[in-house]
């Protein structure tokens, strides 16, 4: 009954829902109390309820009883102040739900995950050491310098778990280890997608570098700088903007963006921490680009690729190989089967 307990208040919270909102979304209809009697383990609902619980929250019914459980602690939020309790919870509880969906698909495919790479840290003393730090995992993810095409399937294919959500605009992104073995980065992905590039490896670095000396603030400084490397490495931004500029203009930021999916506002951070501009000049710009709207919404925005399919890959290999059922998959892909059964047509 307490496995049930918390999976209902764990669906509550995944729609951001209050008791009342709950309550008031039911048909049969219960109280306020009984949602908190079901919550607490107090009392346990009967098959119609459970229904009408289930058509409330979005779920499938055996979402309630599912056994796998995923640990999310430890957690690095952007901008955490400016995000309601509420939607922190919404949050934590989708993306443990697609977890766990996740996980039980890899397992019913027998896939294993060797992220044993990502578990050794890079101890940051200084600014200066990211820059080689991020120069050594594109090394050794044999990127060279070159543009990342799609930054999220990059991530999926080096063993992090991406969790796309639609979310409240206070929030960017979180990243954690859930199971202290699991790597796991949460994306808002509804903003322009060289903001979502620059995120996803913004929160990688929070699970790569080792960032334990240094206040909130400089953790977020640091991984943005890093975030800003693992787009365009060092040696091809000096390339593309050249030494000691007196002023660049947003054009020529607008093709580098074009090229390597990193923001003009991004490069101009980046031409200041590499020396190439003043930071009186950088002051100015920013100013300008602030005026301009550009801090939020750029003048253009960067046209490609950014989604990671992994998980539908995995979902439709299963199916296909009869490894799984229709319902079952329908169930993975939180889906009511008549819905799952128009994904897979989509392209019959």
């Known amino acids: ?10 669906a509550r919270r995944m729609r951001g ?18 949602i908190h009697k079901y919550e607490s383990g107090k009392m346990h609902p009967d098959s119609q309820i459970l229904i009408a619980l289930s058509n409330a929250l979005g779920v499938r019914s055996e979402y309630f009883f599912r056994q796998d459980e995923c640990v999310i602690e430890n957690i690095s939020f952007r901008k955490l102040q400016r995000l309601p309790k509420r ?6 509880e989708l993306s443990r739900d697609f977890l766990e969906r996740y996980l039980e698909l890899e397992k019913l495919l027998e896939i294993e995950n060797d992220v044993s790479e990502l578990k050794e840290k890079y101890v940051v003393n200084n600014r200066d050491q990211i820059e080689g730090y991020s120069m050594a995992i594109r090394e050794r993810w044999k990127l060279g ?40 980065i949460a994306l808002n992905t509804d903003v322009p997608h060289d903001r979502l590039r620059f995120t996803a490896l913004h929160e990688l670095g929070h699970l790569v570098l080792d960032l334990s000396d240094f206040s909130d603030k400089e953790r977020e400084g640091h991984c943005n700088a ?9 040696v091809k931004f000096r390339s593309e903007i050249g030494e000691n500029r007196h002023r660049i203009l947003p054009l020529e930021l607008m093709y580098i963006k074009r090229q390597y999916g990193i923001s003009m506002g991004a490069q101009l951070f980046r031409a200041r921490d590499l020396g190439l501009i003043t930071q009186s000049y950088f002051s100015s710009s920013w100013k300008f680009y602030s005026k301009m709207g550009w801090k939020n919404h750029e003048p253009e925005e960067y046209k490609g690729e950014e989604k990671s399919n992994r998980f539908d890959q995995l979902l ?8 799984i059922t229709s319902s079952k998959a329908a169930s993975l892909k939180n889906l009511r089967l ?11």
């Open 226 to 234: 890093f975030a800003g490397s693992m787009l365009m490495p060092e």
């Open 316 to 323: 439709l290999r299963a199916y296909a190989e009869e490894i």
């Open 145 to 184: 310098n070159d543009p990342i095409y799609n930054v999220m399937e990059l991530l999926e294919d080096m063993g992090v778990k991406i969790i796309e959500l639609k979310a409240d605009n206070g929030f960017s992104g979180m990243s954690t280890w859930v199971n202290d073995s699991i790597p796991l």
């Open 338 to 348: 008549a819905e799952f059964r128009d994904f897979v047509s989509a392209f019959a």
């Open 17 to 34: 829902m209050s008791m009342q909102a709950l309550v008031d979304k039911m048909t049969p209809g219960v109280s306020k109390q009984a």
């Open 1 to 10: 009954m307490q496995e049930f307990a918390r999976r209902l208040r764990s």
């Open 87 to 92: 939607e922190q919870n919404k949050i934590i």
